[in-house]
């Protein structure tokens, strides 16, 4: 089973920019999806934006398209997140998942995802 760990989180302006990153081990990235996802306060976990094994699909939710970009670096085990024009309502922990192995499906049901990280906190200031 591997591991998880995110970083890269903090406190920015609204407008502002941040690029978080999720390094894995105990697993073979490259032959695992990849997802993103946020949880605020009181509110449902949900997906942000999905990756495929090698990168060449994403997927993003309707609210963060055009300002949020994933990808992924499978020689150094690292997923990563820019994230630019930040709203107030992007605040959250934010959190890098996978499935259980053969996972290649590109999806933002956090319900098909099994292992999680710790999460990293976005807050983001109007």
Known sequence: QGQLVESGGGLVQAGGSLRLSCTASGLTFDDYAMGWFRQAPGKEREGVAGISPSGSRT???DSVQGRVTISRDNAKNTLYLQMNSLKPE?????????????????????????????????????
């Open 59 to 61: 997927l993003y939710a």
């Open 90 to 126: 992007d605040t959250g922990m934010y959190y890098c998942a996978t499935g259980r192995w053969p996972f290649k499906t590109v999806t933002l049901d956090p319900r098909r995802y099994a292992y999680w990280g710790q999460g990293t906190q976005v807050t983001v200031s109007s």
